[in-house]
Nanobody
Framework: QVQLVESGGGSVQSGGSLRLSCGASGYTYSRLCMGWFRQPPDNEREGIAWIYSDGSTTYADSVKGRFTISLDNAKNTLYLQMNSLKPEDTAMYYC???????????????????????????WGQGTQVTVSS
């Protein structure tokens, strides 16, 4: 069982920065698919950043060039560095994880994670980010 706990949310002014953290327990990051999602008020949840077992990353267009997803395997912690924040970034932010099948060879983990990037099985409780103009 994977447990995720986010922290680092808060209120900032437009143009400011925040760094979100997501601590994981119950499993190591080496084979997990990890991502950050957000849900603005009165909107659906959307995926914004993903990181894969080879260290490669993918971003939604809305955050590309401003947000950076990273992973510290030693600390079992996922990060989302958010720069140049805008009021439209206001949302509840969630980290999420998927656990590939135990028998899946390591070289197939990334492609499995990519296929599943809209369908995560484990979620944190969320952390609120509010950006004022």
């Amino acid at each position: 069982q994977v447990q995720l706990v986010e922290s680092g949310g808060g209120s900032v002014q437009s143009g400011g920065s925040l760094r979100l953290s997501c601590g994981a327990s119950g499993y190591t990051y080496s084979r997990l698919c990890m991502g950050w999602f957000r849900q603005p008020p009165d909107n659906e949840r959307e995926g914004i950043a993903w990181i894969y077992s080879d260290g490669s990353t993918t971003y939604a267009d809305s955050v590309k060039g401003r947000f950076t997803i990273s992973l510290d395997n030693a600390k079992n912690t996922l990060y989302l560095q958010m720069n140049s924040l805008k009021p439209e970034d206001t949302a509840m932010y969630y980290c999420a994880a998927n656990l590939p099948p135990a028998g899946l060879p390591d070289f197939l983990v990334k492609s499995w994670c990519q296929r599943k990037r809209a369908d995560f099985g484990y979620w944190g409780q969320g952390t609120q980010v509010t950006v004022s103009s």
